[in-house]
């Protein structure tokens, strides 16, 4: 049987979906920074309505995602489920660069977002089903860091073209649609498609909860919980301008975020894989307390730079790892599915989350915001490790 050529030491489909995500990323994150100020400062948009923007966009899309892991799985395809998404994302800038009102703006980032349901459960997948199971946190770790390292380049572009075309946001979101163009090509060329014996009607897996034990149905709920305090970005950024940094530097400031989170999700995953994927989760819901505590707290511009640094570490530890982790307790033959049901479930929440989020800042204070995201990340942390009691336990009495 002829050996996989490998990439970097990583299988065809792994390596190409992180080159994928990195110029997907990219093209995201050219424009990502811009979209609050752009909102407040052009549109004359409030906080509350940059929540329910954000708030929608993330989580009506985000329905989509158990729907295309649901039937990702049953017909056997992951790949042109992947090309779909990827190319509805591209195409959602054109409608960024036309906006003259709040809603052109909603319906570029519904239609981003709702790329990002088509695509995501079936990548997942992809990932997953090439990889061994102990090298899984290796595996969405370099994705996550490709996806991140993306995230630096879109924001470094960013500065760069802001100063060449004197702060024209409309050219900017014109201009990054070049590489999602790139992606979208990439996958095409390089993705390729595992293929699958043919399964009998009664064997194509149905939409149901029961296919999942309670293991999952745990941290499924504890994500959504988290989810409720982790309100859009979009807050982050407009609190770095209120507590002092200039808006020319706002793309610098989440380049940073995204240079520690790139350069930290791949360590992290090797850790998780050798000292445990669930102390790393936790370390990462503890963390994120303490830097929305810091973010409330704030009162210079310094600050701001040490905790978006936080913030991107805090991202390293969990993002691509609570994938690795949900992939060590789900059925072989329901990844996508599982995957779907997680981003479907967790994405939703920041529906009510930044709701939540822009209703305290414009009727409490900004600081409420923040204080509410460290509450309910310290409340799930302790859930979480009493579902870590509960799982080492049930494996106690599984191998006596």
Same mark, same amino acid.
């Given at each position: 049987?002829?050996?996989?050529?490998?990439?970097?030491?990583?299988?065809?489909?792994?390596?190409?979906?992180?080159?994928?995500?990195?110029?997907?990323?990219?093209?995201?994150?050219?424009?990502?920074?811009?979209?609050?100020?752009?909102?407040?400062?052009?549109?004359?948009?409030?906080?509350?309505?940059?929540?329910?923007?954000?708030?929608?966009?993330?989580?009506?899309?985000?329905?989509?995602?158990?729907?295309?892991?649901?039937?990702?799985?049953?017909?056997?395809?992951?790949?042109?489920?992947?090309?779909?998404?990827?190319?509805?994302?591209?195409?959602?800038?054109?409608?960024?660069?036309?906006?003259?009102?709040?809603?052109?703006?909603?319906?570029?980032?519904?239609? !981003?977002?709702?790329?990002?349901?088509?695509?995501?459960?079936?990548?997942?997948?992809?990932?997953?089903?090439?990889?061994?199971?102990? #090298?899984?946190?290796?595996?969405?770790?370099? #994705?996550?860091?490709?996806?991140?390292?993306?995230?630096?380049?879109?924001?470094?572009?960013?500065?760069?073209?802001?100063?060449?075309?004197?702060?024209? %946001?409309?050219?900017?979101?014109?201009?990054?649609?070049?590489?999602?163009?790139?992606?979208?090509?990439?996958?095409?060329?390089?993705?390729?498609?595992?293929?699958?014996?043919?399964?009998?009607?009664?064997?194509?897996?149905?939409?149901?909860?029961?296919?999942? !034990?309670?293991?999952?149905?745990?941290?499924?709920?504890?994500?959504?919980?988290?989810?409720?305090?982790?309100?859009? !970005?979009?807050?982050?950024?407009?609190?770095?301008?209120?507590?002092?940094?200039?808006?020319?530097?706002?793309?610098?400031?989440?380049?940073?975020?995204?240079?520690? %989170?790139?350069?930290?999700?791949?360590?992290?995953?090797?850790?998780?894989?050798?000292?445990?994927?669930?102390?790393?989760?936790?370390?990462?819901?503890?963390?994120?307390?303490?830097?929305?505590?810091?973010?409330?707290?704030?009162?210079?511009?310094?600050?701001?730079?040490?905790?978006?640094?936080?913030?991107?570490?805090?991202?390293?530890?969990?993002?691509?790892?609570?994938?690795?982790?949900?992939?060590?307790?789900?059925?072989?033959?329901?990844?996508?599915?599982?995957?779907?049901?997680?981003?479907?479930?967790?994405?939703?929440?920041?529906?009510?989350?930044?709701?939540?989020?822009?209703?305290?800042?414009? #009727?409490?204070?900004?600081?409420?915001?923040?204080?509410?995201?460290?509450?309910?990340?310290?409340?799930?942390?302790?859930?979480?490790?009493?579902?870590?009691?509960?799982?080492? #336990?049930?494996?106690?009495?599984?191998?006596?």
């Amino acid at each position: 049987m002829k050996k996989e050529k490998t990439f970097f030491g990583f299988g065809k489909n792994v390596f190409f979906s992180g080159l994928v995500s990195f110029f997907m990323d990219v093209s995201s994150e050219m424009i990502y920074p811009l979209i609050p100020l752009f909102l407040a400062n052009v549109l004359g948009v409030n906080m509350s309505m940059i929540g329910l923007i954000e708030g929608t966009a993330e989580s009506t899309a985000s329905l989509l995602k158990v729907f295309s892991g649901w039937f990702s799985d049953r017909i056997g395809q992951r790949k042109n489920l992947m090309l779909a998404g990827y190319a509805i994302s591209t195409l959602s800038r054109p409608i960024m660069a036309t906006a003259a009102v709040w809603q052109q703006v909603l319906g570029s980032r519904f239609t !981003d977002r709702l790329g990002k349901g088509i695509r995501t459960a079936p990548r997942d997948a992809i990932i997953a089903e090439a990889t061994q199971a102990t #090298h899984l946190g290796r595996a969405f770790s370099f #994705h996550r860091a490709m996806d991140t390292m993306g995230a630096v380049a879109g924001p470094a572009m960013t500065i760069f073209l802001l100063g060449i075309f004197n702060n024209d %946001y409309r050219l900017l979101f014109w201009l990054s649609m070049v590489p999602g163009v790139i992606a979208v090509i990439l996958i095409i060329l390089f993705i390729q498609e595992k293929k699958k014996q043919p399964t009998s009607q009664t064997a194509l897996p149905r939409l149901s909860f029961s296919h999942f !034990d309670w293991r999952m149905k745990c941290f499924i709920a504890i994500a959504t919980l988290f989810a409720l305090g982790n309100s859009s !970005d979009a807050f982050l950024i407009l609190r770095a301008e209120q507590v002092g940094i200039p808006t020319v530097m706002i793309p610098a400031v989440y380049l940073a975020f995204n240079l520690v %989170y790139s350069l930290t999700s791949f360590p992290a995953g090797m850790a998780a894989d050798r000292f445990g994927k669930k102390r790393i989760i936790l370390l990462g819901f503890v963390l994120f307390a303490g830097l929305y505590y810091g973010f409330a707290v704030a009162k210079n511009s310094a600050a701001i730079w040490v905790l978006f640094s936080l913030y991107g570490l805090f991202m390293g530890l969990t993002e691509g790892i609570q994938k690795a982790f949900l992939a060590t307790i789900i059925p072989p033959d329901f990844k996508a599915t599982a995957f779907g049901v997680y981003a479907a479930i967790v994405g939703l929440a920041m529906f009510p989350a930044s709701l939540i989020g822009g209703w305290l800042w414009d #009727h409490v204070s900004p600081a409420a915001t923040f204080y509410f995201g460290a509450a309910t990340a310290a409340v799930s942390a302790l859930l979480f490790l009493a579902l870590i009691a509960a799982i080492n #336990h049930s494996e106690r009495l599984t191998t006596a």
